[in-house]
């Protein structure tokens, strides 16, 4: 049996939400085993965990940057929130943002490029020795659509291009460019709201479909009903599933109502032309980065008794 650590159990529990003594029995029943433990919480009904698994633990901000038909976002961490408000570090995360936008969102490329005097990487370190907190830049990612246009989201925003939580998405359209954009960035700011996995269904991976098969069907079998019929059960729990987590079958977040594909279609009719969602992206702070908690070893000394 595989040894159970304060810091696993801590883990499962900043995944999923569940108790300190829950997280600690899920472990030892799944041998330390992560995925397998945040599945058995679930089909106990302890957690309700699906599709993010990770809670945002870390600082820093995510920065946007867009010109035209292509969009970049960038994560930069920073190891407390006084740090993410701080305006060298700002000014950093957006400097460093338009100059991954120069480079197509190439992590590689754009810690290399010029910045200053020196390099991105260069200025980077400078202001850790500066500031007196680690930082590093995290992720980058870049979407572009043609033709068509590109629009930005950014939520919590400490400026128009920084923020906890950054989306792009891209629309492929020869529609009014104005009209495209203004949709755009609505559908980024559903994005932002309700954090699809993927556009469609065909796009979500099929490991992830398989594993919430086997959860729902776990579940739906503790109802006592014959397997046969349990079978039938599942079209509408994967419906509903899909409903939650593919971007096409989610309703609109700003109206509660329409579904994304019918908005998608009556945009086309509305605009003259075609409309396509080419894709998304969505980053927020930290997510699956752990952060130590300072009650955390207070937490795990009641668990054990000494307090």
């Excluded at 700002?90 to 992590?107: I, N, R």
């Excluded at 500066?130 to 629009?151: D, F, Y």
Aim: aromatic letters at 4%; hydrophobic letters at 45%.
């Amino acid at each position: 049996m595989s040894n159970i650590t304060a810091s696993m159990v801590k883990d499962l529990r900043d995944k999923t939400g569940a108790g300190m003594m829950d997280c600690k029995n899920a472990l030892t029943e799944n041998n330390g085993d992560m995925e397998a433990s945040i599945d058995w919480l679930r089909k106990k009904g302890i957690s309700k965990a699906a599709k993010k698994a990770g809670r945002a633990a870390a600082e820093g901000l995510v920065g946007v940057a867009v010109d035209a038909n292509t969009g970049v976002l960038l994560e930069v961490n920073a190891e407390t929130d006084f740090v993410a408000k701080n305006d060298e570090f700002k000014t950093f995360v957006k400097d460093a943002s338009k100059l991954a936008l120069s480079q197509g969102g190439d992590m590689e490329k754009l810690l290399a490029h010029p910045m200053g005097s020196s390099t991105v990487q260069q200025t980077l370190t400078e202001l850790v020795a500066k500031i007196g907190e680690n930082m590093s830049v995290r992720r980058a990612a870049a979407l572009s659509v043609n033709p068509g246009v590109v629009a930005a989201y950014v939520h919590n925003a400490a400026s128009p291009e920084l923020g906890n939580i950054g989306v792009l998405v891209g629309l492929k359209s020869t529609a009014d460019k104005d009209k495209l954009s203004a949709l755009a960035k609505q559908l980024a700011m559903h994005v932002a709201a309700a954090a699809p996995l993927a556009l469609t269904r065909e796009h979500l991976d099929k490991a992830v479909i398989e594993r919430e098969y086997n959860v729902q069907k776990d579940i739906a079998l503790q109802s006592g009903k014959p397997e046969a019929v349990v079978e039938k059960m599942m079209e509408g729990r994967m419906r509903k599933y899909y409903e939650e987590v593919v971007l096409m079958q989610q309703v609109y977040m700003l109206d509660g109502e329409t579904p994304i594909a019918k908005l998608i279609e009556k945009a086309s009719k509305d605009l003259g032309a075609p409309v396509e969602i080419e894709g998304f992206v969505r980053f927020k702070v930290g997510e699956g980065i752990e952060k130590v908690d300072s009650d955390f070893a207070d937490e795990v000394a009641q668990m054990a008794g000494t307090r």
